[in-house]
T-cell receptor
């Protein structure tokens, strides 16, 4: 399967714990995006990378959130001191270029109890 | 006002019907436009890009009116498998996608 992959698919954690998600983009894609989706809403942009450079961060990305793409390949999204409001589906997407079509991974569903 | 607005539906239609979804966007500088389809608890999947000249892919036709900032999707001969949420999407700066909240379609036999 050469699509976008994400791990884990599901994560249940207690409030206050740290969690980390991984995304592996389509191999030739140099752009990688993170989105968050809550029930009944469309995905909302969090941040994106071109190669290893993080070029934009949404105001939704509080200081508890950090994302990396150390070698321009896979990316990680870490949430520190999780809160119940962080419960959502975290989606990763990749594209070949700017303005290009973005292809999504299956998402990581986070539940904070 | 939301950047991308869609009628949430649901649209309940019989098999074989033609159904149309509309969407408006607020940023006139938006650069590219898409329809995505999302099944329950799954990721969004690209259905089609939308071009100013209009474009068709099988039973699906998309139209863009830049002057009115309006995007549409027409589905002909609806199938049960078309039941899903359809997301209108705008790429306003060449980078991030801005999604509408989605329109629910239910096709019934």
């Amino acid at each position: 399967d050469t699509g976008v992959s994400q791990d884990p698919r599901h994560k249940i954690t207690k409030r206050g714990q740290n969690v980390t998600f991984r995304c592996d983009p389509i191999s030739e894609h140099n752009r990688l995006y993170w989105y968050r989706q809550t029930l009944g809403q469309g995905p909302e942009f969090l941040t994106y990378f071109q190669n290893e450079a993080q070029l934009e961060k949404s105001r939704l990305l509080s200081d508890r959130f950090s994302a990396e793409r150390p070698k321009g390949s896979f990316s990680t999204l870490e949430i520190q001191r999780t809160e119940q409001g962080d419960s959502a589906m975290y989606l990763c997407a990749s594209s070949l270029s700017w303005r290009g079509e973005q292809y999504f991974g299956p998402g990581t569903r986070l539940t904070v109890t | 006002r939301k950047e991308v607005e869609q009628d949430p539906g649901p649209f309940n239609v019989p098999e074989g019907a033609t159904v149309a979804f509309n969407c408006t966007y607020s940023n006139s500088a938006s650069q590219s436009f898409f329809w995505y389809r999302q099944d329950c608890r799954k990721e969004p999947k690209l259905l089609m890009s939308v071009y100013s000249s209009g474009n068709e892919d099988g039973r699906f036709t998309a139209q863009l009116n830049r002057a009115s900032q309006y995007i549409s999707l027409l589905i002909r001969d609806s199938k049960l498998s078309d039941s899903a949420t359809y997301l209108c999407v705008v790429n306003k700066d060449g980078n991030k996608l801005v999604f509408g909240a989605g329109t629910i379609l239910r096709v019934k036999s």
